[in-house]
Structure formats: structure tokens, C-alpha cells
């Protein structure tokens, strides 16, 4: 590929084609006929805030760029990648929403995003038809108001805080009135790709729910900007719980430094890390994907450099939609007398526990 110039100040809208990517310098002109084909399978989406944290003359190496610019190897499919990687369908009593567990729901309130992230594992639905039709969000809530045991509802999509204020403070109202609901949790990419988004009206909209709680997806300490940091601190100063889900991802942040880094700027700005996820199977990401034994390993250094208060959950999605399991180290051996065991410390040695007698 021939060389990019000098990148330029970042645009004031959001780079959402190929033409715009050239424009932005975020790709080299003879990478165009790759990238069209890309996009006609995968959309294109980045923020004036996301490409602003683009370091100058980085891309493709740059660990914001590499998760929002599109990437050839995108068309390479491989045969274990799946249109639904963790099974969202096969958990959809009714359109829109996903009943995998039996105390929790998620209800896929839109699908369209902020930015539209290369590894995504809804990649095949995203962007298509924008919010939920409100017959199909009635029949979702009238499936939760239906189910005592559903406790918490998860708004997702695509990202809900998309969505204008007013809407959003509508379906809160709603949840609001169903009586066994406990819990309402939104994750979002919003407080950080689309920080200006995090308004007064948008935060009082998430308030109205006595216990909601906001989950930002952030994978690089870089997408931290000023004004992401900012809105996190709104959100927080508002008296809304926040939690972070990372995905780990290789070239982007496949090490303990690069980790490190990001979970001790969280949980200084109040958010705390609660999930690192294995990258899914979707189609298109093999290029993305670590192993789990590199995955592991790099826990088992976070854990001697990180307190409980900033590590996150290593965990992955059992494709075909099974569930969500830790796949952290393993720091328990168990002996042959029983209850016996060897218990691991994280400088590698060995310590010798036995169970209560019964």
C-alpha cells in the first residue's frame, strides 16, 4: 500500500463510508476497492470524538483506528465463525428481546450504534432497522410484566443511548410499572465514542429507575478522551452505578501493560471493571481473536499487578447461545485424598487446603 499523508484534523460528522475514510486519511487511496467490499458487508461507523482520539500518523496500527476502520481481512470467513455467535435468536420467545437466564432479559431496544466496531458479535444485525417498533416493545414488556421471576431487564441493541432522551425516558417509565423488576441495566458505547450525547434530559431519563445501572464498553485507555472522562463523571455525579465491559482483542490491548493501563483509568473515573470478554465467534474477526490460554495468562499477570476493586471477569459466551462462563486461571487443583486440594497463589506456588469435615 502506498503511504497515507499528514492525517488531518478530525471531521465534525461521523465517518460513515469509504469516501469518508479517504477523506479522513484513515486509509491509503489504493485500499479503496477492499474496504467497498467490506462495507457491503459490514457498516461503517466512527465519531468525530473516536476519530479525534486516533493518534496522528498511526493508522492502520492504532488501537482506536483498528476498532472502528474497516479491515480486508474482514471478508475472510472462517468455517467455525457464525452469523449469531452467542445465540440470540435461539433465545427470542418475542422479537426484540432474548430470554437466556431465567432472572434477566435483554431487550434490544435499536439497532443502530454510535460507531459500528469491526469485531462486534451482532455485526450482522446492526444498523439495519433502527428502533424497536413500539408493538414489538409492547409485546416485550408485557413477556417481562408476565414473568415474576424476571428481576433485572438489560437494554441493549445496537446502543440505546442512541436514542433521544424522550424515548428512552418513556421505556424507563414502563419498566418502572412492571413490579417485580428490580434491576434495569443499559450497555452502552455512548459515554465514551459520543460523550455530548450524556445530557441532563438523557441522564434523567436513566435515573428514573431507582436501580439502573450503565455498563460502557471501552477496550483502550486512548478512547479515554477529556470529554469521555467528563461524561463518565455526569453519569457517576448523577448517582448512576457504572461498570465497564472490555473485549479482549488482539492489537488492540493483548497485553497485561495495555489492560493494566485501562482498568486502573476506570476505576479512577468511578467505573468499575466487570467484564473481559474472549472475542466472539462472528464472522469476519478471526484477526481479532487471541487464544484462551493467552487470554489466561494475561489475567494471571493483571492479578498480581491489579486489586479485586480493578480486575474485571474473564469470561466468554459457549457459542450457539449457552451461556456466558469465567474462563479465568485455574488456581484450585484438587488432590486424591478427599477434600483435599492445592491451592495456587499467583507467584506459582502451591499450598495445601482440605474441607471441613462433615
Not at 236 to 260: F, Y
Not at 320 to 334: E, F, L, M, T, W
Amino acid at each position: 500500500m502506498t503511504p497515507m499523508p499528514d492525517t488531518p484534523a478530525p471531521q465534525s460528522r461521523a465517518i460513515a463510508s469509504v469516501d469518508d475514510l479517504l477523506q479522513a486519511r484513515l486509509a491509503p487511496p489504493d485500499a479503496r476497492a477492499g474496504l467497498e467490499a467490506v462495507a457491503q458487508e459490514f457498516r461503517i461507523r466512527l465519531t468525530p470524538e473516536m476519530h479525534a482520539a486516533i493518534a496522528p500518523d498511526t493508522p492502520p496500527a492504532d488501537p482506536v483506528a483498528r476498532q472502528f476502520v474497516p479491515d480486508a481481512r474482514e471478508l475472510q470467513i472462517r468455517p467455525e465463525e457464525l452469523h449469531d455467535p452467542i445465540g440470540d435468536a435461539t433465545h427470542s420467545p418475542v422479537p426484540g428481546l432474548t430470554h437466556r437466564y431465567p432472572d434477566r432479559v435483554i431487550v434490544h431496544l435499536t439497532q443502530t450504534c454510535a460507531v459500528y466496531c469491526r469485531f462486534c458479535f451482532r455485526r450482522e444485525t446492526v444498523g439495519a432497522d433502527g428502533a424497536l417498533p413500539e408493538a414489538e416493545l409492547q409485546a416485550a414488556l408485557d413477556y417481562i410484566a408476565a414473568r415474576p421471576a424476571i428481576f433485572e431487564v438489560i437494554l441493549t441493541g445496537g446502543d440505546p443511548l442512541v436514542l433521544s432522551a424522550r424515548r428512552l425516558d418513556d421505556v424507563m417509565r414502563r419498566l418502572c410499572a412492571i413490579p417485580h423488576l428490580g434491576v434495569v441495566r443499559v450497555h452502552s458505547r455512548v459515554p465514551v465514542v459520543a460523550p455530548e450525547r450524556i445530557t441532563p434530559a438523557l441522564i434523567g431519563a436513566l435515573k428514573r429507575h431507582p436501580a439502573s445501572h450503565v455498563v460502557v464498553h471501552t477496550n483502550h485507555a486512548q478512547e479515554l478522551t477529556g470529554a469521555a472522562r467528563a461524561a463518565l463523571g455526569r453519569l457517576v455525579d448523577a448517582g448512576i452505578p457504572l461498570l465497564s465491559q472490555s473485549v479482549l482483542l488482539r492489537g488492540v490491548n493483548d497485553d497485561a501493560d495495555t489492560l493494566e493501563a485501562l482498568f486502573r483509568a476506570l476505576i479512577a473515573l468511578r467505573v468499575k471493571p466487570y467484564y473481559l470478554h474472549h472475542c466472539d465467534l462472528a464472522r469476519g474477526t478471526g484477526h481479532f481473536r487471541t487464544t484462551i490460554a493467552e487470554g489466561q495468562a494475561i489475567m494471571e499477570r493483571l492479578r498480581m499487578r491489579l486489586s479485586g476493586l480493578a480486575l474485571p471477569s474473564y469470561v466468554i459466551d459457549i457459542p450457539g447461545g449457552y451461556g456466558k462462563v469465567p474462563i479465568g486461571p485455574d488456581y484450585v487443583q484438587p488432590e486424591t485424598e478427599p477434600g483435599a486440594h492445592l491451592l495456587r497463589d499467583p507467584r506459582g506456588q502451591t499450598h495445601r487446603y482440605r474441607d471441613p469435615a462433615r
